[in-house]
Structure formats: structure tokens, C-alpha cells
């Protein structure tokens, strides 16, 4: 398939684009790598010999292909501090980012279609309502919301545990009840961005004159509107998704701090007060990973909904 | 120029209504208000009798609310109130640092992108795709590894991220102002490129740059106290994120400390918001009411019932249309009295916006949103419509009132093969299975004379030509064996050699099946093939009812006589491949 293929090749450029322009843009912190290395004392020698045996006094470009032919093959240095390898290290916090990010994207998805359907069909204060509660969802950034929860749920109320992270195959439950907050948090400003354009899609497709034609052969109003113009809103709603997906990583960067959950984030987070430059070279280079995965499977899932688009 | 001035002069008039229907709005109002003291408190903060943000006083620490500390202290004994201004110091100006970057990068480069196009738009929309690749703050992160923990370069670098939102919109405004006249007039008369923006794009992109630069603002104060909140910011000033960060730590002694800065940065991101959304409304001037609101019909007048007989099969009297409800109710169709016998043609003749289009939608029930029947009686087959309800109105629909449209392609639903459109009514309405429902539709593609009924009936509408998809929806119209079929110019969309062709192909199904039809069109050579009778209509009203050789022939009416001389004019009134007027009526489907 054509539009597919296209596709594919765009998202593969991003991630090699995006990997380029992270890499100069932390190439200045280099210098600084074997001095980190080797404490404060060393010698200027030292120096020297640490960056010729790392490679780093080399020309950018050249580092860059090095590591990135390395980065194809699957290894991607290993982290200046801990001595582990960035993809062993990558690879434990990986699960809790995406098992998050995965239910925050399907509730939300669910949740915001739903809402913007109604509020699409419904009008009046049903549309009022849930126009005025997306607008506070939009406005409020997740880890606001977060705070809230924690203050109610888990110190007011002592319901869930305000911080921490189980393993699911240590304690299923354990492991639910400590995503519960994260994904709520997480939830509520996707659902907004959600809603927001399936409404306004589901409007605009309603003035359609299809629509109309449809509604002349005697059809329920629910066919009309949740089979012809839900399936012809939903290409808007899913791209809405996917720019969602986008912002809920990034929130998922402070929520994982507010609850204490060994994701992704967090590793970034310490990668990036340490300086160390494999590790957050490859904690970039794998959310940039999950965003494009996501953008491929929103295009497929557009391509099975919109024949225009599949065979054009 | 002259032009130009009052376009200008117009646009300013609406920008003083506009500010006017801001201050109308409740919402809008309060959230600049809000913005407004967050604003000032910010400012005069330095000037108020305080105790210093700094002062760590331990024996004082996390104290309530008292007079010497309006908001209490924090864990090291510092005053929370001022602590909360000096915050929101440094939380506006990181938000307007980024903000500031955010429009030098992306107002210049959208400006260039819509103005000249080509590939300024395919580098720019790369840009804009790799932005969308990766979460902001993981950048932010990655800086951060490089530049240290200045909030200044984090939030500087965010505006660089940002600049896309404001690139977007500025292309897109000035893209479509690009081809207007009155830059148009301005290239003519000799002003170059600069100046032209300079003067005349700009004004346009404004109100939308200053709507989205609110918007970008609340992102940024967002992501700055995230910043601050994680703990990776420059801590030795006081801001809303490090005291949330240092509030969290204390969580479980004191939850009150998060409460502030919480209250804080929530009611600017969510101020910034409202205010967005008022300007937009104000400038865009949308109707704060709900104009899908519609009423009850009132009885038709006794007057306009005499003269109804029971044969008819459709019996329209004293018919009113209307657009919303109260003061700005507006009637489009007034006093229509029409009837069509069983297997009679009725033509409903007349120009664009006469209303022939609304009164045959109201026959439907199938009036655009906000229409409404606001009078008279509709009886079909001896049943009342105008006042049914709307699940029974749509039980007749299809089986018994059937519909032609216009448009052919903009008719189908794109996203569904052509069979499934088909027979989906069959199934649901008439209750045929599947495989009977697909036999009765590849018979009934094959009668409206499309040759390979198979293949169409696989295909997706945009596969078809135009004449193909106007015989799918009359094949549609007749699967039900309708009493009455209203075809809405069914052929002024399609090409002069299949207009005829579709022409005939209704003739034929009508007096095959001996169905009744109002035929909605503003051509006379049509009217002349098809119709039995024939009822003008002229802005809203029928000035005249008659069959059709006496409409023809000696039309009493003075506007049948122009409408016909007219016609003639272009061509010979009776013929068989029916002549186009130039400028065909538009699609009537939004409004008359």
C-alpha cells in the first residue's frame, strides 16, 4: 500500500532526523564527559586519553554515524555512571511508561469520542456542560490534577497509595491499584483534546449532504450517526489522538515523578541532571520510538476507516 | 485604494463590536480580571509591605495563616505569600520569554510560508512533524543535561518549540487573505511585497496570533512549573514549581502547601484558556444562543383548507418555513399551498433562493438544522406531517417519501462501498437478509441502466462518475417503491449529454411504477419533459399553479412570462437534451 509505505519512510526519517538533532544538541556536553568521569583532579592528560579511547575527539558527524550503526545493531553505549547498558537500562523502565501511556491512550480514546459524540448530538446544556468540563481538562496540566488526587484519594481518604510502583506479575491488584492516580491524571486533559475535535468533526460531518440522503431512506438516527457519521468523524478524532499521545508522554515525564513510578521519565530526568549522555541520548531516541510507532498504527487505523485515503 | 480603506474601516467597525460582545461574555470577563490581578500582584509584589521570600526563619516553620503571614509559612519559615508573588514573577516571564521567542521564530516564517508558498511550506511543515515527534519536556530534559538548571534557557528553547502553534496559524490566516482583492488591488497599485505584509497581512493575522498566543502562554506556564516541579529548574528563586516541589515533599505533615501555588498556576493556565476561547468567540462572532431551537407549527389558516380534496396524494396548505425562533426568527417560504395527485408530476419552478429547495425539505422532515415548519398543514396520504412525530416521520421515509438530491458525489457516503449503502435500508427498513438485500440491489442497479451492476456495486463513490452516482441514489430513492419521489434539481449537477439521459431514466420509473413526483428545478426545458403540472415560486410564495401547456404557453403571471423569456433567450424552451443556464442555482441545501 502505497499511502503506508509513505508513511513508514516518513516516520524512519523522523526518528533518524530526530536523533541527529538531539545528538549536536548535546554534543556541547561532551567536553564535560571525561572530566565527569574522572573527577574534578585529572589531569589534562588523562583528559585526552579518556576522549581518544571514548572517540569523542573526533569530528561530531562521525560520532554521530558511530553511534548511530551501533544504535541499528542494538547497543547503544552504556550509561557514564552505572556502568549498565543504556538499552538493559531502558529496557526495565520501558514497560512502566507504556503500560501507563497504553491505558491512558485507550480510556481516553474511549472516554473522548464518547463525550464528543454526545455533546455533538445531544447540543443544548449537555453540550454546554461538557464543553465548559473539557475547557477546565484542557486547561489544567496533568500533574495539577495529580496533586489533587493524591491530596483526596490517597491522604484524605488513604484509598490508594499516594507514591510507588508494583510489578504486575508481583501483585496484579498491587500493580492496578498503583496506576489508578497516574492514569487518571493523565486522562482527563486527553479526553478534553479528544472530545473537543470529535465534536466539532461529528458537527461538521452532520451538515453533510450525505447526511441528509441517508436520513431520506428511512434510516434511525443512531445508524446515521454512530455507523455513517462517527466512521467519517473518526479519521479528525484519531489524528486528535495521536497529537494527544504526544502530550500524554510528556505528562507522563512529571506524573511518573509525582508518584514515584520507575518509568521512562524518571530515567530521563536522572540521565539528564547527571549529564549522562548515552542514556539520554537513548531515553530520547525511545520516546521518539513509541510516538512514531503510535503515529503508524493511527495511520493504518485511518487508512481501514477512510477508503480515500488507502487507495489514493 | 479607495477599496482598501473601507475594507479596513469595516474591519475595525467589527473589531469595536467585537470587544463589545467580549464584555458580554461572563466567562471571558472574569478570566481577564483574574489574569489582570495575577498580573499586577506580580508587579507591585517588590513594593508591599512583606516579609522577605527569603527569610528562613526555622522555629517558624509551617505555620497557619496569622496576620504576620497572610498564607502561613512553608517548611523552612518562609512567608508563602510572598513567596507565592515572587513566584508568579518568574512565572510570567518565563511564560512570556518563550511566548516572545515562540512569535520571533514562528510570526516571520508563517508570514513568509502563506504569503509565498511553495517550498518555504515543505521545509517549514518538517519542521513542524519533527516537532510533533517528541514530547517537549524530553527535549527540555536533554537541554537541560547540556545548558545546567536555568530555567531562562529551558523556557527560551520551549518558545522554540512552541513557534510551530503560532507558525501554523499565521500561515493558514494569511493563506487565505493571500487571494483576495484588496492585496490584490495593493500589488497593482505599485506597493511591494514588504509593504503589502506590513500594512495589510498583518492586520489580519493579529486576532488570531493574540487567540493562540494565550493559548501557548498557559502551555508554557504548564510546563515551566512541571520544570520547577521536578526539581531540575534553578531552586535559589522562589517559584510556583519549586514550591510545589517542596510542598510534595512535605505531603503527608502539611497538604495545605501544595494548595497555593497549585491554586495558582491552575487559575492562570485555566484564566489564559477562558480568555482564548471569549476572544475567539468575540472576533469570530458566534451565536451565544442555540440556534438548532426550533418551535411548533401553528394550524394553516381556515381559508387556505377549501379548496382541499382527498385525492391528492400530497396536500401542502398554507405552508411556513422559518429559520430560529423568537427575535431572530426568519421566514424563507410563506403561504406554499400545493397538491400532487397519485402519479401525477408536479414541477416546482423557480430561481435560486425562491424556496422551492425548503419547501420540498419540509415535505421530507428533513429541513437543515434550526428549519422549522412554523405554519400550515403538510397531509400525505391522509396522514397530518406537520405535526407528527419525528420517529413517525421517519418510518415514512424511503418506503413511502423518497428522495433525489442535487449533488451526486457529495450524496454518498464516502467512507462505504456503494452496495452497502444500498442495501443497509434494504435490510433495516424492509427487512430483506443479506444476500436478498444484495440481489434486489444489483437488480436494481442494473434497471437504472449502469452496466456492470457487480462492479458498482463493490465500488466507493469516489470511484464513479457524477451520472453513475445520480443513478445509484435514484436506484436508492426507488428501492423502496416509494408513493412519492422528490427529486431536488436531480439533474443541473451532471453533464448536459447525461442530464437527458437521467431525465428519461425518470420518466421511465415513473410511469413504470406509477409513483407520484415533485420535481424541484429551475429549468423549463426539464419541466417541459417531465411534469404534468407545474407551480412557480418567486422569493418564498408560489405566484402561480397550472399544467404545464398552460404555463408554457400562456403564463398569467408577469414573473413566469420573465422567467420564461429568459429561457428563451438561451434556447429553445421544448427539447429533449435540456439547456443549461449559465450560473446554475448553487446548492440551496444550507439556506434559501
Redesign the interface.
Known sequence: MPFLLKRLI?AVS??F??SL??FL??S??FDDIARNVLGENASAEQVAQLNAELGLDRPIFVQYFDWLIAAVQGDFGTSLFTSQSVWAAIGVRMPVTVAMVVLVTLISGVIGFAVGILSAVR??WVDKALQFLS??G????A??IA??L??VFA??LGWLP?TGYTDFSTDPGAWARSLVMPVAALTIPAIAGIAQQVRSSMLAM?????V??????????T?VVLV?VL??SSTTGLTALA?QV??I??GA??IE??FALPGL?SL??E???R???PL?LG??LA??VI??IV?LLVDLAVAW????VR?S | MSQTTTLVAAARAAKQGAFRRFLRNPLGVAAATVLLIIVLSALVAPFLPLPSPDLVVLRDAMQSPSAQHLLGTDASGRDVLSRLLLGAQVSLAGAALALVVALVVGLPTGLLAGYYGGPFDAVANWFNNLNMALPGIVLLLAVRAVAGPSIWISMGVFGVLLAPGVFRIVRASVQAVRGELYIDAARVSGLGDARIIGRHVLTVVRAPAIIQSARLASIAIAVQAGLEFLGIADSSVPSWGGMLNEGFRRIFVNPSLIFWPSLAIGLTTMALILLGNAMRDALEDRDAGDSSKVGRPQPASVASLTDRTEASLLSVRDLEVSYGIGDSKNTVVHHVSLDIAPGEVLGLVGESGSGKTQTAFSVLGLLPDGGWVSRGSIRFDGTELATLSTAERRKLRGTDIAYVPQEPLSNLDPSFRIGQQLTEPLRTRLGLSKTQAKERALSLLAKVGIPDPEATFRAYPHEISGGMAQRVLIAGAVAGEPKLLIADEPTTALDVTVQAEVLDLLRDLQSETGMAVLLVTHNFGVVADICDRVAVMKAGRIVETDDVDTILRTPSDPYTQTLLASMLDEGPVRTYVAPTTAGAASSEGSRG
Not at chain 1, 484542557?138 to 496540566?141: I, M, N, V
Open positions: 516518513s523522523l526518528v532526523a530526530t538533532i538531539v544538541l548535546v556541547p556536553a447540543r443544548g475547557t477546565l484542557d486547561a489544567l496540566p500533574f495539577i496533586l489533587f493524591v491530596t491522604i484524605q499516594a452532520m451538515r453533510q449532504d450525505y441528509r440522503t441517508l436520513r431520506s431512506r428511512g434510516l434511525s438516527e445508524r455513517h466512521r467519517n497529537v504526544v502530550g508522554l510528556g515525564v512529571v515523578q509525582v521519565g530521563a530526568i540521565a539528564a541532571v549529564t549522562d549522555v539520554i531515553a530520547v520516546y521518539v510516538v512514531v503515529n476507516l477512510n477508503p480515500k487507495l
